[in-house]
């Protein structure tokens, strides 16, 4: 096995410290394992695959270890007193297929795990298909396609199932389908007033989920009476949860559970484990739990990849033939043969991918270089993208650092120039948001960092901002941490205008959950970066009319194919892709690979 070399922080080793301390017997690997457990939650997993470690050679602040082998070092860690097995309440536990968790992370995934088997289990018997049949028809109108309206098998899922997963590509309909769910649930309970919660991980994706909700409710074909009970009020899961001042805690818990009969989850994949353990659990066991989401984007920032986890890390769905039955009565469709049915358990019917996209247009490339990336296809990714008749997407060969300025000038101030002549602080809000640089790393040259420089170089070489103040007129903020007093979270992005009824004095204007504007005093608000450019991770939950997708000229552990996707996908008319080829084509053949032990919990053998 090859010599592994690790960055420990801080925190690493001070945990590892305080586990030999707290041992009552302390071999060698103690330390060094409870170090790389640590470690490897800091980068995104939720355990530490022991069996990927054994045996090797290790280098940690600059000296050489050896593990033992795997059976050697279990037993040494189940004598030292601090690594306990599931149900045990010790500092670390080890489970039957050797994952190592910090106590508090094997507690979350298990509680999601358990929750969300125990939902889908629930069996709802009291539906009047013939109601259903007739609103199936009503309020998913035949279209040309003759071939099955997944939309449909969605909403039948999530009304057969407490808990349901709706994934899909953008534009394949997901906010739409769960707003004529609400259709179908409120019209199956006439008379009981049902206690429905929106709500999404971040400000601005739970703005737009409001807006969606807003226009579609109009053009439901429902009675006026449903159409005013499906809510239009989105909040953030910490705000539905609600936050403690001072405190990580929430008021709603498993002792205090919402009172919620539907709670539905936009933007799904942005959600770490932590908060989504947090959130199961405070909802009652009769509630129904609809998760929306891209089942193929990135990660959460934090630990886990739950979305991917629970659809079975891109597992074909093969749904029982008490499902399959179900559907055909109510919709005339074959969602499978007796012989496709499967024996996954009660979740493999809670699970409707979305496949037909109704956002791009047949002569739009941007559908096709992301399904071309999601099959792990760089050079077709990179032929589509080079095509010069396919329109909405162009392809770069990325510059040399010191010729990046030149090269990028005429982009940003085309991309920029429009919002920072905008009257308002609404149309200056709107006109940002119809251009974005996304970058793929955080530092260097090709970074958010350098590229926010250069970008506002760039601009005051034309006289569009004067960035000499640091609250200059025009220059775009995102919050970087979550401030419940101001009411602002992370990756809400406001813009610095002057404020007329107050002097012309600068501040800082939010979009309004609620709709319309809101301003901040600069000085009250939280830690913040400038954001011209932005992080691939940071911009889910977003749409952009144009996308310039910006990758390093060398290869890096963080280009995968979950990247290239997401950044692609913000897209919603014209994606421009600025690269090396290899690089492209090395980080589409890549997945991001996070350690859980939760696809395993839900599907058994996930291979």
């Not at 090797?56 to 270890?65: G, I, R, V």
């Not at 991918?353 to 296809?377: K, M, P």
Request: proline letters at 4%.
């Amino acid at each position: 096995m090859a010599k592994i070399s690790y960055e420990l922080t801080a925190l690493d080793r001070h945990f590892a410290a305080f586990i030999r301390r707290e041992a009552a017997h302390a071999p060698a690997c103690l330390e060094l394992v409870a170090a790389l457990v640590s470690h490897a939650v800091g980068n995104g997993n939720i355990c530490l695959n022991l069996s990927e470690c054994a045996a090797a050679e290790l280098t940690l602040d600059d000296h050489d270890y050896q593990l033992p082998e795997l059976k050697e070092m279990l037993e040494q860690l189940a004598a030292s007193g601090v690594v306990g097995f599931p149900g045990e309440f010790k500092p670390l536990v080890l489970d039957a297929d050797g994952r190592l968790y910090l106590y508090r992370y094997w507690k979350y995934e298990s509680d999601l795990a358990r929750i969300i088997q125990d939902k889908s289990a629930i069996p709802v018997c009291d539906l009047d298909e013939n109601l259903l049949a007739r609103a199936v028809r009503r309020l998913f109108p035949v279209t040309a396609d003759d071939g099955i309206d997944w939309q449909q098998v969605a909403a039948l899922a999530a009304l057969k199932k407490k808990f349901c997963v709706i994934s899909g590509g953008p534009g394949t309909g997901k906010t739409s389908t769960v707003v004529k769910i609400l259709a179908l649930l409120l019209e199956q309970a006439p008379g009981s007033r049902l206690r429905i919660a929106l709500a999404a991980p971040t400000g601005k994706a739970a703005a737009r989920l409001k807006e969606s909700i807003r226009r579609m409710k109009d053009a439901l074909e429902c009675s006026a009476g449903i159409k005013a009970q499906i809510p239009e009020d989105v909040t953030t899961i910490h705000r539905l949860l609600g936050v403690r001042s001072g405190s990580v805690r929430f008021r709603h818990t498993a002792d205090n559970q919402l009172p919620h009969d539907v709670v539905i989850i936009d933007e799904a994949s942005m959600v770490a484990l932590p908060l989504m353990a947090k959130l199961v659990v405070a909802i009652r066991n009769d509630a129904r739990l609809i998760l929306l989401g891209d089942r193929d984007q990135l990660a959460s920032v934090e630990a886990g990849a739950v979305l991917g986890d629970i659809c079975g890390t891109g597992r074909s769905t093969r749904y029982s033939q008490g499902f399959a039955d179900f559907v055909s009565r109510v919709t005339g469709y074959t969602v499978a043969d007796r012989a496709d049915c499967g024996d996954s358990g009660h979740l493999s019917d809670a699970l409707v991918v979305l496949q037909r996209t109704y956002r791009f247009g047949a002569d739009s490339s941007i559908g096709a270089i992301s399904r071309a990336v999601n099959a792990g296809e760089g050079r077709q990714a990179c032929a589509i993208l080079k095509d010069e008749s396919c329109s909405g997407s162009r392809w770069q060969v990325i510059p040399r650092p010191d010729r990046l300025k030149n090269a990028l000038a005429e982009i940003i101030v085309t991309g920029y120039g429009r919002y920072l002549s905008a009257g308002s602080p609404v149309e200056a809000l709107r006109l940002f948001d119809s251009f974005r640089i996304l970058c793929a790393l955080r530092q260097g040259p090709y970074g958010v960092s350098g590229m926010n420089a250069l970008v506002e170089d760039v601009l005051a070489a034309k006289g569009l901002i004067d960035h000499h103040t640091r609250w200059y007129p025009g220059r775009p903020v995102m919050i970087t941490v979550n401030d419940y007093t101001m009411k602002l979270f992370n990756g809400d992005i406001g813009i610095v205008m002057p404020d007329p009824e107050h002097d012309d004095t600068p501040r800082v204007w939010f979009p309004a959950v609620e709709g319309g504007v809101r301003s901040v005093s600069p000085v009250r608000v939280p830690a913040h970066e400038t954001v011209y450019a932005m992080t691939v991770h940071k911009s889910q939950g977003s749409e952009f009319e144009r996308v310039l997708l910006l990758l390093p000229d060398h290869d890096s552990d963080a280009l995968a194919r979950e990247l290239i996707y997401t950044g692609i996908t913000r897209a919603k008319q014209d994606v421009e892709v600025w690269a090396d080829e290899e690089v492209f084509v090395a980080a589409v053949s890549r997945r991001v690979d996070r350690k859980s032990g939760l696809a395993a919990a839900l599907w058994g053998d996930v291979t």
